[in-house]
């Protein structure tokens, strides 16, 4: 069965740091594109970023330069290093694994609010 | 980036009856292949998303029959024959014609009448 669990949501200052992870299970983790999509409480979904099992890596262009994510395939583990945090970051964060294109397999989400 | 626009922005329904939904993209998404790169999500209340359609008209494994999609270009709509009390949530088209700058539409919210 395939399973995604994010981790690391918080409370964080405006300008702080936080690191969010993706434990993945059921599948070839390394066989897949990653990714992590937002949602801004009462709000609709935005895509964040993503990563291909290549390597090959994109982002949003309001999170450019202040977010960075990574895989460690041995470790089934996605992360989303986000720095410089903005009261308008705050929201619930998802990973997906993407397949030909879709989002096939969403994780519970990990909540993550920015205020001082 | 692509600007996708959803219609009606809420829905109420009479379970049993159809439901249709609009979402329109500010370019094109069809690709060289003859793709026309257009996916839609359901968010049952309390849930995470849930593939429903991919490529316009293909159902995601297990979505029911009474769940279709139809478009091209930029005009496409889902379309359930007959709701049921489980079909309430938000609705949400995506595009993934322009790699690296994915976007959603703003949703449509169905609900029972």
């Known amino acids: 069965e395939v399973q995604l669990v994010e981790s690391g949501g918080g409370l964080v200052k405006p300008g702080g740091s936080l690191r969010l992870s993706c434990a993945a299970s059921?599948?070839?983790?390394?066989?897949?594109?990653m990714n992590w999509i937002r949602q801004a409480p009462g709000k609709g979904l935005e895509w964040v970023s993503s990563i291909s099992s290549s390597g090959d890596i994109y982002y949003a262009d309001s999170v450019k330069g202040r977010f960075t994510i990574s895989r460690d395939n041995p470790k089934n583990s996605l992360y989303l290093q986000m720095n410089s945090l903005r009261a308008e970051d705050t929201a619930v964060y998802y990973c997906a694994r993407e397949v030909l294109l879709q989002r096939d397999y969403w994780g519970q989400g990990t909540l993550v609010t920015v205020s001082s | 980036d692509i600007v996708m626009t959803q219609s009606p922005l809420s829905l109420p329904v009479t379970p049993g009856e159809p439901a249709s939904i609009s979402c329109r993209s500010s370019q094109s998404l069809l690709n060289s292949n003859g793709d026309n790169h257009l996916d839609w999500y359901l968010q049952k209340p309390g849930q995470s998303p849930q593939l429903l359609i991919y490529l316009v008209s293909n159902r995601a494994s297990g979505v029911p029959d009474r769940f279709s999609g139809s478009g091209s270009g930029t005009d496409f709509t889902l379309k359930i024959s007959r709701v049921e009390a489980e079909d309430v949530g938000v609705y949400y088209c995506?595009?993934?014609?322009?790699?690296?700058?994915?976007?959603f539409g703003g949703g449509t919210k169905v609900e029972i009448k």
């Open positions: 059921g599948f070839t983790f390394s066989s897949y594109t």
């Open positions: 995506m595009q993934t014609r322009q790699t690296g700058a994915l976007t």
